[in-house]
T-cell receptor
Framework: DTEVTQTPKHLVMGMTNKKSLKCEQH?????MYWYKQKAKKPPELMFV???????INESVPSRFSPECPNSSLLNLHLHALQPEDSALYLC????????????????FGPGTRLLVL | AQSVSQHNHHVILSEAASLELGCNYS??????LFWYVQYPGQHLQLLLK??????LVKGIKGFEAEFIKSKFSFNLRKPSVQWSDTAEYFC?????????????FGAGTRLAVHP
């Protein structure tokens, strides 16, 4: 099973709202990722967690706050977003996320389509 | 610098035509290469991947790709496309940030197959 699930599928929020995106995988993977994908563009990496530790933050604004409660779950907390943050937010997972000797494949969830008004 | 370049942004084909989508990369380390497909309204799915060994890689749905190290290329091919292949195709390379892996995507190629 290579399934990564994400909730909600769609989210509409105002600029003063606080909301959270959730991602879950049960493949025993120890690395999880958040990507942002604008229309007709490739996914752009936001954050990487490896063994529940934040390993990469691609200079993402603080209005996006990731959280990894355990190895199966990844959240993205949203606060005071801007309309330009409207996008498809993708979660992915892989075995470990670390460079050392592991040939890894990232598996993606269906995404949460976010609209900020 | 790690980068991926996809030459064709839009490709339009008729059913049964042959497909080749170009992908070139720039990376000095051990190369891991991927092709992902995103059907309209759906999530990214892995088509195929290359880690090592036979440079001709076969994936799902009749797709294959050839890794040519001397040309820094990993082109995607399919002998005969179907209408259902209409999708966006992303080439990606596994790069690194510190001791951690990251996927670097090309800009994508939007394929439209007409019946």
């Amino acid at each position: 099973d290579t399934e990564v699930t994400q909730t909600p599928k769609h989210l509409v929020m105002g600029m003063t709202n606080k909301k959270s995106l959730k991602c879950e995988q049960h493949m025993g993977h120890r690395a999880m990722y958040w990507y942002k994908q604008k229309a007709k563009k490739p996914p752009e990496l936001m954050f990487v967690y490896s063994y529940e530790k934040l390993s990469i933050n691609e200079s993402v604004p603080s209005r996006f706050s990731p959280e990894c409660p355990n190895s199966s779950l990844l959240n993205l907390h949203l606060h005071a977003l801007q309309p330009e943050d409207s996008a498809l937010y993708l979660c992915a997972s892989s075995q470990e996320g670390q460079v050392k000797g592991v040939q890894e494949t990232q598996y993606f969830g269906p995404g949460t389509r976010l609209l900020v008004l | 610098a790690q980068s991926v370049s996809q030459h064709n942004h839009h490709v339009i084909l008729s059913e049964a035509a042959s497909l080749e989508l170009g992908c070139n990369y720039s990376y000095g380390g051990t190369v891991n290469l991927f092709w992902y497909v995103q059907y309209p309204g759906q999530h990214l799915q892995l088509l195929l991947k290359y880690f090592s060994g036979d440079p001709l890689v076969k994936g799902i749905k009749g797709f294959e790709a050839e890794f040519i190290k001397s040309k820094f290329s990993f082109n995607l091919r399919k002998p005969s496309v179907q209408w259902s292949d209409t999708a966006e195709y992303f080439c990606a390379i596994k790069g690194r940030s510190g001791g951690y892996n990251k996927l670097i995507f090309g800009a994508g190629t939007r394929l439209a197959v007409h019946p």
